[in-house]
């Protein structure tokens, strides 16, 4: 039988289109199993000389206007071309792609170098290697029915499966920053990097999660202090998990029921652009990003009243063992009853903002040698929300329970005054 010439075209015409759709999609914002990219120049959209920026995305999400979520590797010129598998917002244009925010990193503590491979299996794992084969970062997923990835248009990256349920989920990984929809739930935490040019975690610094009573900003690890809080009527009855959630005009509160049900309590926040983001940052604000006139702009900072303190009201705004006045003034303690005895110096006398250090560090061994000084009129910012250990005592009392107390004030838990009226 003979077939009709406009059958075999529409066949062909078919044939192309899907071959063409199944190379598209791998570039577009899906993926299937056993699929590996190579973090080389084949990747590369563009470098960016005077940024020193390396593109090379793998996934796109969809735009809005000349804005959208790609993933794929970045190197942002600080270290040694080192790359970080990413989540950006990005400037996508039809002939370079301009990275403007990372919002999520797979490795931001373990960079890669060029030659590093992601590699989706055929068993469903997502897995990155560095050069020397070395296993840097897996979601863990192998032999979890995985069908596909895709990468969301709120910049969640997202394994599934046939039925197109969530599987795995960048959203439950925060790294530093929130976006729209996404959620922090109660054992999670935002943890800050280490400056703006240095994407690794700090390490018992800053962070940010939410407890059985309130949405805590802590800092220092040994113990953790809080700083700020968001506070709410504590429920023992209810045994789901709590969260909070960034939505378009509000920071939402689920405490004692989850949705479908209204949030017990919200932060009201400006409505903004779908690519408006929560970032919790190096010096501990916690800042709402929108895109306006061509750049990020901070739209909100959640923690600005600060008891009216100001930047004072940070702990670390005048570095460690350090002392903010008004309008963030430092100096290191000088003794009220012995002025004539130094116990600190600066540790940059032209950046009085890095803090002091101590001219005879604290040790645990040779308590004998150590003693209190006075310092009057100070304020420590763990009056407003913490604790205290011991309640009702006086002052003699306060002070050998401390020296006998090898983490009260000790060289891995050093002095952090922040406050002085």
């Known amino acids: 039988m003979k077939v009709p ?5 529409f066949f062909a015409f078919f044939l192309i289109l899907t071959c063409y759709s199944a190379s598209a999609e791998l570039y577009g914002g899906y993926a299937n199993l056993s699929t590996t990219w190579t973090n080389n120049d084949s990747l590369t959209v563009n470098i960016f000389s005077q940024d020193n920026i390396i593109v090379r995305p793998i996934l796109y999400g969809r735009k809005f206007g000349e804005q959208g979520f790609a993933c794929g590797f970045l190197y942002n010129g600080t270290n040694m071309l080192s790359y970080q598998f990413a989540i950006f917002v990005a400037q996508i244009f039809s002939d370079f792609v301009y990275p403007q925010v990372v919002i999520w990193s797979a490795n931001r503590d373990h960079e890669v170098g060029n030659g590093a491979i992601l590699n989706f299996t055929a068993t469903g794992d997502l897995v990155l290697q560095d050069v020397d084969g070395s296993i840097v970062w897996t979601t863990n997923t192998r ?7 895709n990468l969301t248009d709120t910049g969640n990256l997202v394994l599934f499966d046939v039925s197109g349920s969530v599987v795995w989920q960048s959203f439950d990984y925060p790294t530093d920053c929130l976006v729209l929809g996404q959620r922090l739930y109660q054992g999670q935490q935002l943890v800050p990097s280490v400056s703006s040019t240095n994407s690794t975690a700090q390490k018992g610094l800053f962070n940010l999660q939410v407890t059985d009573d309130s949405l805590v900003a802590y800092v220092g690890s040994r113990p953790a ?12 009855t209810y045994k789901g998990r709590r969260y909070i959630r960034f939505l378009n005009g509000s920071l939402s509160f689920y405490i004692f029921s989850a949705e479908p049900d209204d949030s017990e309590f919200v932060i009201p926040i400006p ?11 190096p010096n501990g604000h916690l800042k709402l990003f929108d895109w306006q006139s061509d750049e990020f702009r901070v739209m909100h900072d959640f923690f600005s009243d600060n008891n009216g303190l100001g930047e004072c009201g940070y702990p670390l705004a005048c570095g460690r063992n350090c002392i903010c006045s008004i309008n ?13 005895n130094y116990y600190f110096r600066p540790v940059d006398n032209y950046n009085p903002d890095l803090g002091c ?5 604290v040790t645990c061994d040779s308590k004998q040698d150590q003693d209190f000084v006075t310092i009057e009129n100070l304020m420590c910012f763990t009056y407003f929300t913490s604790y205290p250990d011991m309640d009702m005592v006086n002052m003699e009392t306060c002070k050998e329970a401390c020296l006998n107390n090898c983490s009260c004030a000790s060289p ?9 009226w």
């Open 357 to 361: 250090s101590e001219i005879t560090p």
């Open 271 to 281: 409505q903004a652009s779908p690519f408006q983001f929560i970032k919790l940052m």
């Open 143 to 149: 032999g979890k029915s995985v069908a596909g990835m």
């Open 225 to 236: 202090q809080a700083y700020h809080s968001y506070p709410f009527i504590r429920n023992d």
């Open 328 to 340: 963030q003034q430092c100096s290191c303690p000088v003794s009220t009853s012995h002025r004539e």
């Open 412 to 420: 891995t838990s050093p002095l952090i005054l922040t406050w002085i």
């Open 5 to 9: 010439l406009i059958s075999f075209c």
